[in-house]
């Protein structure tokens, strides 16, 4: 009985921090999935997008900044080089978003 | 007596003067050494000599952006705290320094992964200033064949890259991300101060081609709007703006026509 009540306290404290992918516990896996290795596919889709600045609208340059500013606290956490590289890329490609965006939108 | 005082005085001037002239004037670069930078970080910390790492060669094979964005090399000398643990980690120098990156066919060799003890050989390679290093591409023998240019390295580089006697890589496996090719922006003119200076005509489809749009926005070119910010040769000449780049890697500020090129009406 004990057992019993252990293991269900794991699994429910599990589903609550989002390491198993159960119906319903899903409110916590984006972050937990950013904070592994879907960083890097983030950080690439959010910078991907430089080149072509200019041409996207006022609402994906806020939704990208948006995403910068999220994703920069899970590359902080990342260890020593990593960080370096990626904190340094992630800020170079927001200040880009955040400077199209100021220019378009001054008169 | 005085007389005598007064003109030691101003001789000792005018001497103090020449020497302080003297030691202000910087020697231009020889070909070679054009866009060479010393690297001492931690170097001289780790009883290692700082690195010496000379652009013309990497800039033949890699973009700027390249290195400036996608490896997170700073634009600013000492600006990228480079540890020989990153470099072992896949980063910055050790980015392609691995010894596995295959370059015209050949293994890029490994960058230093001494953390004690004597430094290997392959130390050497890079941390070799003041040291006796023969470099494993010889820059008059690279450079022979490519268009040539007035000032800097001796080369155009811009002819050289048109022509396809160099081709930068702009992607490196496992570091840059894949994208859409650039969108082409307008070129600009910028107004001469100098009465009979030929205005500025700014290519920005040469420059993106080399360095993308974050490379130098808003990091080095904060104001757009056109007379928003106001450019001096001064501050250009002493690395702001256009000179973060055109002091000392790419063509120099001597080449005066290779920007005025507007005819003057």
Known sequence: ?107 | MSRVVALLLSALALTSTAHAQQAGKKRRPLPPEFGRVVMDNHSSQAKLPPVVFDHWLHRAKFTCRLCHVDVGFAMKPGGTDVKAADNMAGYYCGACHNGKLLVDGRKVFESCARTTGEPRPTCLRCHSQGKEVKPQVDFASFTRNLPKGRFGNGVDWEKAEETGLVKPADFLEGISIKRKSISAQKDFALGAKLQGMPDIIFSHQKHTVWNGCELCHPEIFVGVKKGATKYSMVEIFEGKYCGVCHVNVAFPLIDCQRCHTKPVQ
Request: proline share 4%; glycine share 4%.
């Open chain 1, 1 to 107: 009985m004990r057992w019993a009540r252990t293991a269900l306290f794991a699994l429910a404290a599990a589903a609550a921090l989002g390491a198993l992918d159960l119906p319903g516990g899903g409110a916590s896996l984006p972050v937990r999935a950013l904070a592994q290795q879907d960083w890097r596919k983030e950080f690439d889709d959010v910078c991907s997008k430089t080149q072509d600045a200019m041409a996207l609208s006022l609402e994906e340059l806020r939704s990208l900044l948006a995403r910068c500013d999220k994703l920069k606290p899970v590359i902080e956490k990342l260890e020593e080089s990593q960080r370096k590289v990626f904190t340094r890329r992630l800020q170079a490609c927001r200040d880009l978003y955040q400077f199209v965006l100021e220019t378009r939108e001054k008169p």
